[in-house]
């Protein structure tokens, strides 16, 4: 982890399907979360932090950033090169040419697409970053899995439970922010049952669900361990 003497925060702009992503960055940090990120920015001044890191703020073009970062799921990439809805992307890629940084997350490396990345900016910074488990002793790992998820890609936490030998023999997927309704736990937990397997879901699912639906439900806990983490630090420092 990079441990800077910077008081930073976590803004986020408050959306209330995405309770799930801010009791998550709220246990790692300080979070401001509201309607208008530029209120936000001005509350986080106002209590003197130094640093604020917006979650999904780089399409609020009505802010200016000393650095920008842009994600991309190294399995999916550019998908079909289409803007939302149509595709995954949030905005046209030629749009990284405004960009300081590329992290690339997952377990594919693809030196074609770095370069593509780069002839649309010269200048760019790529990084790449793995998911990397943090409570795998808490698994039993003779037994069967079903899995379920209501996440962005869930193929990548797939292909985690699979690298670090997690036996799923049943998956089970949900749209993106997904709300669990009682009856949809109660068919996975009769479906486990009836197949003799244990529960898997992400820490962003399983905060989405109620103290009575977490009942024997376990979630993997995972971090980013990024490559080449010394090189991005020297980055980040020198723009600040």
């Known amino acids: 982890m990079l441990k800077y003497k910077f008081k930073t925060v976590f803004i986020k702009k408050k959306y209330i399907d995405q309770i799930d992503e801010q009791n998550i960055l709220s246990k790692y940090g300080n979070l401001i979360c509201l309607s208008f990120r530029d209120i936000a920015l001005r509350i986080a001044e106002k209590k003197k932090y130094k640093l604020a890191i917006l979650d999904d703020g780089l399409q609020d073009k009505s802010l200016s950033y000393d650095i920008s970062i842009a994600c991309f799921n190294s399995s999916e990439q550019v998908g079909n090169g289409l ?38 900016n010269p200048n760019l910074k790529i990084f790449r970053a793995k998911y990397s488990p943090k409570n795998l002793k808490s698994f039993k ?21 699979k690298k670090y030998n997690f036996k799923i023999k049943k998956i089970i997927n949900f749209p993106d922010h997904y709300k669990y309704k009682s009856s949809d736990i109660r068919n996975i937990k009769n479906i486990a049952k009836s197949n003799k397997l244990k529960i898997i879901t992400t820490e ?16 993997l806990k995972i971090e980013l361990k990024i490559e080449k983490e010394k090189e991005f630090k020297n980055v980040l420092l020198k723009k600040l």
Do not use: C, W
């Not at 149509?86 to 594919?108: Q, T």
């Open 83 to 120: 803007v939302l809805p149509a595709g995954p992307l949030r905005e046209k890629i030629s749009n990284i040419a405004h960009y300081d940084i590329v992290f690339l997350n997952g377990e594919r490396n693809n030196k074609r697409f770095e370069k593509k990345l780069k002839r649309l």
């Open 141 to 161: 790992f003779k037994r069967n899995f079903l899995m379920f998820s209501g996440i962005g890609n869930p193929l990548e936490f797939q292909k985690t439970l």
């Open 204 to 219: 962003k699912d399983y905060n989405r669900l109620s103290n009575v639906q977490k009942k024997n439900i376990q979630f």
